[in-house]
């Protein structure tokens, strides 16, 4: 295939992909020939889904009625003060939290998961597969399996399933069958790598439910457009309670689908400063110490689409490394790297310290404990938000709860549990 300039159609930012699954540069469908029917089917399914009326009741009932959609857009006052009070400008950004770790099964994943399984349904597939890095879409994938009583396969890094064991049970409480992957660091590409695999083998009955908006078209626009939920929630609630939408909106990139859904119904908003947050591991400029596939990497191909990567001289994937499983990955969603380049949206990178400060200072202030993956945009949020005006509205995505991750921090804190 060869790369596209970017589309005259994309007269807007939220206009695309283009036909051929674009991005700008960004995106496309680099896959084997034994997917590309299935992932053509795929894309049909989904165009005629999208045209159905019942299709989007049935994933707005399911999002009210089983997910426990709207999420609340939350005032965190204490925060607030607390960054007004080191502001050196006598400023500080009024801080909203989108709560969508209060969603069913503790994160934005599930958003995604009920459109997919409503697809497959459609598309009359009876077995499901997954990747997943942190558990969180694991458990989601497994959640709506369970609840349409289809056969599940969750692909999960060995390091993972070590470091994020409370998900592990919950995955199997809920009947899914677990298969360990012990290639490379045993993290979410290698998962990835593996459940592609599978899907290529059983193209008949399978359907690959992805778990971020990455991976070859369509998925980076129909994981974002389940996503898109988010976004929308917002600037109702927003407009409800302040009179006018966000000035600043802050969320966390491991592929990048929670921060789509986020920014993606404020992207012709130029009133609003857009941040995404990468993981900085140890520090970004320590080789394979980090996640922060847009602030170190270069654009390559990965998992069916051309987006930015860690990867060396050659081509090779290197491992990225962050404390939190759900961002240890060294690609991106394509529709984020098409952002970057466009200016659109900047994306920073927050280490793991940095993210440990901030879960703390989140859980001592406000008695909500996030997972470690929305620690790091509070830990940009800590830095950004003193600089800005206290008529900023700030909205930082809450995509999931620490539950998941108390192993890992008590570890990292010293903590004996
Ligand atoms: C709670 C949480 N937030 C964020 C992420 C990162 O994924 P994405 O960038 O697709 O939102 C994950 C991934 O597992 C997660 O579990």
Partial sequence: MTLTTPSAKLNSYRAGPDDRGFFGLYGGRFVAETLMPLILDLERAYEAAKADPGFSAEIAFLNTHYAGRPSPLYHAERLTDHFRAQSKTGGGAKIYLKRDELNHTGSHKINNCIGQILLARRMGKTRIIAETGAGQHGVAVATVCAKYGMG????????????????????????????????????????????????????????????????????????????????????????????????????????????????????????????????????????????????????????????????????????????????DYPGVGPEHSWLKDSGRVTYVPATDTEALDALKLCTRLEGIIPALEPSHALAYVTKLAPTLPCDNLLVMNLCGRGDKDLFTVAKALGIKI
């Fill in 152 to 327: 599940c396969e969750i692909y999960m890094g060995a390091t993972d399933i070590e470091r994020q064991s409370p998900n592990v049970a919950r995955m199997m409480l809920l009947g899914a069958k677990l298969n360990p992957v012990t290639s490379g660091a045993g993290t979410l590409k290698d998962a990835m790598n593996e459940a592609l695999r599978d899907w290529v083998t059983n193209v008949h009955d399978t359907y690959y439910i992805i778990g971020t908006a990455a991976g070859p078209h369509p998925y980076p626009a129909m994981v974002r457009d389940f996503q898109s939920v988010i976004g929308r929630e917002t600037r109702e609630q927003m407009v409800a309670l302040e009179g006018r939408i966000p000035d600043t909106l802050v969320a966390c990139i491991g592929g990048g689908s929670n921060a789509i859904g986020l920014f993606h119904p404020f992207l012709d908003d130029k009133s609003v400063a857009i941040y995404g947050v990468e993981a900085g591991g140890h520090g970004i400029d320590i080789h394979n110490g980090h996640a922060a596939s847009m602030t170190g990497g270069t654009p390559g191909v990965l998992h069916g689409n051309r987006t930015y990567l860690l990867q060396d001289a050659d081509g090779q994937i290197e491992e990225g490394h962050s404390i939190s499983a759900g961002l």
